[in-house]
């Protein structure tokens, strides 16, 4: 149980995070802000510099049993908070906008509870994974070799999510978010005085090709096996002037679908589409692949686990709302283990994840960290 006094100083705790916001790999001072708070734990193990700026707390019974690990995340976004609350961000055009400083408040209140009330068998890893935001942190925390010594039998993790009443649950077995990749195209041709563009190489038309193309290679719609969206988020096409023709443009568009294997595809159709308009126009091009996560798809055994463990502390739940077509790395820890993300309503009328004006709603603090324990105990005890 959590008491009164453990709420305030966790809220407390949660707010000074908030102010201090780091953006994806850059999370050092909020880790070396964790690992003191994870000292006032009864912790067997920290590991720290997990793929990155990932910290991990063990906490082991000793005896025989599963590995439970209770994932958050350390990382803020490159957004300017707007807020009158006197714990608003003090880094300038950085902001906590996705609660992960809420999140990472629940794994210490769950390290709170653990500590008071030791398992009684097997383990529990507290993980703070780095760089959620731009796909990369799972990844390169589950490919650290440390992480091997910490490798769990079972994975949870609980995202807050505004627009969901206030402390219900939506999870369900099977794709909770997409896979979702984003490619830049560069197309380059050659320069040329404005008044005889044809010395030149311009890839404006190509450009004016790909654009509808590209939007036509997914469209969207239900969010099925076959669901394929692609969204042109950025184009830029030469310099903002009046006397020259061209030579250079570059195209961003996100690639979306509801697994991992089909990501491949879409993302091949996309170069080959650039390839020929590109071909076509007499233009090079060349790609790079940036923010890559793959499908989250929750574990039938471990869905279980978690709706029972929810029913037992009536925490209110069902299956509304999912999947969704928004990305999370989450999946990465449900390859090699029983995984489940649970998505913990805010409250219907609340700023939405990533505005400026969100802000993480303290009281889901115990809500999250009760669930969790719930499940550690129902699987360790
Ligand atoms: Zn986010
Ligand atoms: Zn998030």
């Not at 008491?3 to 999370?27: K, M, Q």
């Not at 443009?249 to 091949?268: C, E, F, K, N, W």
């Not at 989250?296 to 463990?309: G, K, L, P, R």
Request: charged share 20%; hydrophobic share 40%.
């Amino acid at each position: 149980m959590l008491s009164n006094s453990d709420l305030v100083e966790l809220t407390a705790f949660r707010r000074n995070l908030h102010r201090y916001p780091e953006i994806s790999g850059e999370e050092e001072q909020t880790a070396k802000t964790i690992v003191k708070a994870l000292d006032k734990l009864k912790l067997t193990k920290v590991l720290t510099g997990l793929g990155g700026h990932g910290v991990a707390a063990v906490f082991d019974s000793g005896a025989d049993g599963p590995t439970v690990l209770f994932r958050a995340e350390l990382d803020a976004l490159p957004i300017q908070e707007l807020s009158d609350n006197d714990w608003v961000s003090q880094m300038d055009g950085k902001g906590h906008l996705c609660g992960h400083d809420g999140h990472m408040t629940m794994l210490l209140a769950l390290g709170r509870m653990l500590s008071r009330e030791p398992i009684a068998k097997g383990r529990v890893v507290l993980m703070f994974q780095p760089a959620e935001e731009d796909g990369s942190g799972a990844r390169a925390v589950v490919a650290d070799p440390a992480f091997q010594e910490i490798k769990p039998d079972w994975a949870f993790a609980i995202h807050n999510e505004p627009g969901r009443p206030f402390g219900y649950v939506s999870t369900r077995t099977g794709l909770i978010n997409c896979a979702s990749q984003g490619l830049q195209i560069r197309l380059t041709g050659k320069t040329a005085h404005a008044a005889s563009p044809e010395d030149g190489v311009s890839p404006t038309l190509a450009v004016s090709k790909l654009i509808p193309a590209l939007s036509a290679l997914g469209t969207g719609g239900t969010l099925d096996d076959g669901f394929r969206l692609v969204t042109v988020t950025h184009v830029n096409v030469g310099e903002p002037t009046f006397g020259i023709a061209p030579a250079d443009a570059v195209i961003y568009a996100t690639l979306r679908t509801a697994h991992d294997g089909p990501m491949s595809v879409i993302h091949d159709d996309a170069c080959n589409l650039a390839k020929t308009i590109a071909d076509e126009f007499g233009l090079k091009v060349e790609f790079e692949t940036f923010d890559d996560f793959a499908a989250s798809i929750n574990d039938e055994e471990a869905t279980n686990v978690a709706v029972s463990a929810m029913n037992a502390i009536g925490v209110p739940n069902g299956n509304e709302g999912l999947p969704m077509r928004a990305s999370e790395d989450f999946g990465v820890f449900g390859w090699d283990a029983k995984a489940a993300m649970l998505c913990l309503g805010s409250g219907e009328n609340y700023a939405a994840l990533h505005n400026p004006d969100y802000d993480f709603h303290d009281d889901l603090i115990p809500v999250g960290a009760s669930i969790f324990e719930r499940i550690a105990r129902d699987l360790l005890g």
